[in-house]
């Protein structure tokens, strides 16, 4: 005859499977866990990276067009009474500090104010007698990286001197002269126009001039009257107006 198991054997019997059924399932969602954590840590181990930002390619920077853009500035006329004396700015300069003779006697024919300011220096001592208006050949180039537009020439009057005293040429790229200007210049004598100074000039171009980033553009621009309405010592700047504001030239001291 079986014997009967008893109702402790079958409970703790439940009991184990239940716990064994508990642990399998445990492990089986730990499994999943593990699962899922090893393929989210592969898709990012595969995923490219974000790209680098390299500040060396970043757009080229802008440069506002300056005195240095004029890269030739000469006197037009081949037969002309106006010199180019730039190069010798230090040496008159230094006559005004000179305790040597001759030194007065030279340096009067010059204004120690203009040279101090002057960056080039055109000389016509006979100006006045043989009434040679200066006409200048000048070469711009568009160093500013962007397109530019050429709307006007002219000049910037900057100072003025009456002088009792009277007694190298950059060379411009090869490029052809395009504009021929003409700009008038009225009265600026002290005793006409105290308030003479500073002033500015310009004329208009008949055909504005579309410069892309490194080509240049070449025109000549006579001062008309400028012997007559002017005093026998001047600073000015060639100006050109464009389409991102007027540029000056250097300074230039003009000596009758």
């Known amino acids: 005859m079986a014997t009967e198991p008893k109702k402790d054997d079958s409970t703790f019997r439940w009991w184990v499977e239940t716990i064994i059924k508990v642990l399998a399932a445990g492990a089986g969602i730990a499994a999943i866990v593990s ?47 106006w010199e180019n004396h730039s190069d010798e700015i230090p ?64 000049v910037a009057l900057d100072s003025g001197q009456e002088q009792t005293y009277t007694a190298g040429e950059p060379a411009p790229a090869p490029v052809p002269i395009v ?8 009265l600026h004598l002290k005793e006409h126009s105290p308030a003479g100074f500073p002033a500015e000039h310009s004329q208009p171009l008949d055909a504005p001039q579309f410069l892309t980033p490194g080509t240049a553009f070449r025109y000549t621009i006579r001062l008309n009257n400028y012997v007559k309405n002017l005093p026998e010592a001047v600073i000015m700047r060639l100006t050109l107006t464009t389409s991102r504001g007027t540029v000056h030239s250097k300074r230039i001291y003009m000596q009758m």
């Open 179 to 186: 504009a021929s200007l003409v700009v008038d210049i009225p």
């Open 35 to 81: 699962l899922f954590s090893k393929h989210t840590s592969q898709q990012t181990s595969n995923s490219s990276p974000a790209p680098a930002v390299d500040s060396r390619t970043s757009a080229a920077q802008y440069a506002p067009p300056a005195a240095r853009d004029f890269a030739g500035l000469k006197i037009a006329q081949t037969k002309t009474t």
């Open 91 to 154: 040496r008159l300069l230094a006559l005004f500090d000179s305790d040597e003779e001759g030194a007065l006697m030279q340096r009067r024919y010059y204004v120690h104010e203009c040279l101090k300011t002057a960056e080039l220096f055109f000389w016509c001592p006979f100006a006045k007698m043989v009434n040679e208006e200066p006409t200048f050949d000048v070469t711009f180039v568009n160093n500013t990286g962007v397109d530019l537009t050429i709307t006007g020439a002219g």
